[in-house]
């Protein structure tokens, strides 16, 4: 059984920071590639951001140079540091970690943005 567990959410003012993480448990050694998503209310849920076990990153457009995502493979832990956090970024942000025969999917934590 795999987990993944976020932590770091919370209520922000726009203009301030917060840094999400994502800590992998159970039996599971590296993922091939991790990454956040997002859904507001009403929305469906995007990827915001990912990363390749080798580093390669992708960002979604309305994050670039505002958030980073990265990754430590030995502690199997990824982490979403966000800049600049505007009223649009609220929303219940997910983890996720993939590899070739499985698919993982964390609970989400809220990320609220304050105008």
Known sequence: QVQLVESGGGLVQAGGSLRLSCAASGNIFSFSGMGWYRQAPGKQRDLVA??????????????????????????????????????????VYFCRGWGISYDYWGQGTQVTVSS
């Open 50 to 91: 990912s990363i390749t076990k080798g580093g390669i990153t992708n960002y979604a457009d309305s994050v670039k140079g505002r958030f980073t995502i990265s990754l430590d493979n030995a502690k199997i832990k990824m982490y979403l540091q966000m800049n600049s956090l505007k009223p649009e970024d609220t929303a």
